[in-house]
């Protein structure tokens, strides 16, 4: 079975430092993607980034970044220069091919203090 | 816009009523995906289309619950004589399946109150 865990239900940072979220993950599929969703007050799931299971470099859009630690089933969320736009929730997410559901971690709250 | 779009955006009912939601997708995927989030909790898959074909339904989704995708592009999730348990927000996502890679869109999701 998928399991995603997220083990910080709520982070402050402050304005313009780095954060990083936390999320492990397990399963036996040797493919899978995970996958790191916002969601602002508004309800809506945002795509941040995305990281294969074969990929050999961890993911990177703009200034989030992902910590692919395959060994360690880790994937880690890294915000640089956190912005108070910023704060929100951050999901953490899996996907095996073979299953066709995506599992989600019960998510982090991200707050940026200015 | 060409994201993925939901309506109602927000709808209380009450109980033993049916209400049905609307989902349209963004317009080249083929995938189509519902899912229900509760307070305090990552969303739920509930289930999802290939095309128009219902490919995988969850056993959250009780016999109360019925979607469709008739022509493969929007989407309904309806709910029949719900229930208080019903309260929450449903999602829809959409993706195109590219090799091994497949990235979900989501909706601004529908938010159900049940009284």
């Known amino acids: 079975a998928q399991k995603i865990t997220q083990t910080q239900p709520g982070m402050f940072v402050q304005e313009k430092e780095a954060v990083t979220l936390d999320c492990t993950y397990d399963t036996s599929d040797p493919s899978y993607g995970l996958f790191w969703y916002k969601q602002p007050s508004s309800g809506e799931m945002i795509f941040l980034i995305y990281?294969?299971?074969?990929?050999?470099q961890n993911a990177t859009e703009g200034r989030y970044s992902l910590n692919f630690q395959k060994a360690r089933k880790s994937a880690n969320l890294v915000i640089s220069a956190s912005q108070l736009g910023d704060s929100a929730m951050y999901f953490c997410?899996?996907?095996?091919?073979?299953?066709?559901?995506?599992?989600f971690g019960a998510g982090t709250r991200l707050t940026v203090k200015p | 816009d060409t994201g993925v779009s939901q309506d109602p955006r927000h709808k209380i009912t009450k109980r033993g009523q049916n209400v049905t939601f609307r989902c349209d997708p963004i317009s080249e995927h083929n995938r189509l995906y519902w899912y229900r989030q509760t307070l305090g909790q990552g969303p739920e898959f509930l289930t999802y289309f290939q095309n128009e074909a219902q490919l995988e339904k969850s056993r959250l989704l009780s016999d109360r619950f019925s979607a469709e995708r008739p022509k493969g592009s929007f989407s309904t999730l309806e709910i029949q004589r719900t229930e208080q348990g019903d309260s929450a927000m449903y999602l829809c996502?959409?993706?195109?399946?590219?090799?091994?890679?497949?990235?979900?869109?989501f909706g601004p999701g529908t938010r159900l109150l049940v009284l």
């Open positions: 997410a899996m996907r095996v091919p073979r299953n066709n559901d995506m599992r």
């Open positions: 990281q294969g299971s074969y990929d050999q």
């Open positions: 996502a959409s993706s195109l399946v590219r090799g091994h890679q497949e990235t979900q869109y």
